[in-house]
C-alpha cells in the first residue's frame, strides 16, 4: 500500500511543458507519492526522482518499481550534486511541486496540521535540520512577527507574535492544536477568514521558515543553468504568491538578454538570452480538476525553456 498516497495537481500540463518523450531524462526534484513522476515515465520519459521527505521516498519506491526511475534521498537545493553522485551530467527536464503534501498535512505526528494535536516540528526531512520546538527557543518577538509578516503574509502578525512568544516562555506550547488556539485568540473574530482556518496563514509562514523554503527554491533556481541542458526545460508548481514571485522572476532573469542602458546604441556588454519563457501567464487548474481536488485551485505552473 502507499503511505504517501498523494494527488497531483496539473499531472497532465506538467508532462506537457516539460515536452517528457522517450530519450528524455527528467529530474523530479518534489518526488513526493510518484504522480507526477508517473506521468512522465507514461510518456516514455526517464527520472531522476528526489524528494527530502522519507516516506514520500519509501512510497515512491514501491509506486514505482519496475519503472526506469532512480530515487534518492535529498532536498531539491542540492539538486545538482545528487546528479553527481548519480553520475547524470544534465538532464533535459527539471521540475519542483513546492509547499506541503496532502499526506503530511494529514499525519499530526509530521506537526503541520492545525486540526489535530502534534510535535512542534514541520520539518519535511525529520532527519536533518531543527524542529519548530527548537526555533521558537531562538525566535524573540520582532523575529517571529517579521516571519509571520513576511512569510505568512498575515495582518495580525504582531498580536499572533506577542501571543505566541508570551506562551513559549510561560507556560510553553503543547502540541500543534494549541499553537493554532493561541494564533486564533490573537486574531479579532470579526476578522476571521470565511474560507480558510484562521490559523493557516501563520502555520504556513512557520513552516516555510523551519524548512527554509525559499532559499531552496532560489537554489535550485540558480542551479537550474548548470543542470538543465540546451533544449531543455524547467518547470515549477506554487500555491502561493510567495514562491509564485519567485519562479516568475526567476525564470525572467535567466531569459534577460542585453542588461545595457536604453541610452547606449548599441549593445556593450554583449548578454544574449540563453532561456525562454514558456508561460507568460501561470498555467491553472480546469474547473473539472478542482471539482475532483480543491488543493488545486491554488496552483500556479510557470516554465521555461533553455535555448539550443
Known amino acids: 500500500m502507499n503511505g504517501f498516497a498523494h494527488q497531483p495537481v496539473l499531472r497532465r500540463e506538467t508532462a506537457s511543458l516539460l515536452a517528457a518523450a522517450p530519450g528524455k531524462v527528467i529530474l523530479d526534484g518534489t518526488l513526493g507519492g510518484g504522480g507526477h513522476a508517473e506521468a512522465l515515465l507514461d510518456a516514455g520519459a526517464r527520472v531522476v526522482g528526489i ?16 519503472r526506469d526511475i532512480v530515487v534518492a534521498h535529498g532536498n531539491f537545493r542540492d539538486a545538482r550534486a545528487l546528479l553527481d553522485q548519480l553520475g547524470v551530467s544534465e538532464v533535459d527536464g527539471a521540475l519542483v511541486d513546492l509547499g506541503v503534501s496532502s499526506p503530511q498535512l494529514d499525519d499530526p505526528s509530521r506537526g503541520f496540521s492545525f486540526r489535530a494535536g502534534g510535535p512542534l516540528d514541520m520539518r519535511m526531512d525529520p532527519t536533518r535540520g531543527r524542529p519548530l520546538r527548537e526555533r521558537l527557543d531562538e525566535w524573540d518577538e520582532k523575529a517571529l512577527a ?16 506577542r501571543a505566541i512568544h508570551a506562551a513559549w516562555i510561560g507556560d510553553g506550547i503543547a502540541d500543534t492544536r494549541e499553537l493554532a488556539e493561541i494564533v486564533s485568540a490573537a486574531i479579532p473574530r470579526k476578522a476571521w477568514p470565511r474560507d480558510i482556518h484562521p490559523a493557516t496563514r ?19 533556481l540558480a542551479q537550474l543553468p548548470r543542470m538543465v541542458a540546451r533544449g531543455g526545460r524547467a518547470a515549477a508548481i506554487s500555491f502561493h504568491s510567495l514562491e509564485d514571485r519567485m519562479v516568475k522572476q526567476g525564470f525572467a532573469r535567466l531569459a534577460t538578454g542585453c542588461v545595457c542602458p536604453p541610452r547606449l546604441p548599441v549593445c556593450a556588454c554583449g548578454r544574449t538570452a540563453q532561456w525562454k519563457v514558456l508561460t507568460k501567464k501561470p498555467v491553472g487548474a480546469a474547473e473539472e480538476e478542482i471539482s475532483a481536488n480543491p488543493r488545486a485551485r491554488s496552483a500556479r505552473l510557470r516554465a521555461v525553456e533553455r535555448l539550443s
Open 51 to 66: 524528494d527530502q521527505d522519507p516516506v514520500a521516498v519509501a512510497a515512491a519506491r514501491a509506486r514505482l518499481s519496475g
Open 146 to 161: 517579521r516571519i509571520l509578516g513576511s512569510l505568512g503574509e498575515e495582518r495580525f502578525a504582531r498580536p499572533i507574535a
Open 202 to 220: 501563520a502555520f504556513q509562514a512557520l513552516r516555510i521558515a523551519v524548512n527554509d523554503e525559499l532559499g531552496a527554491l532560489g537554489d535550485w
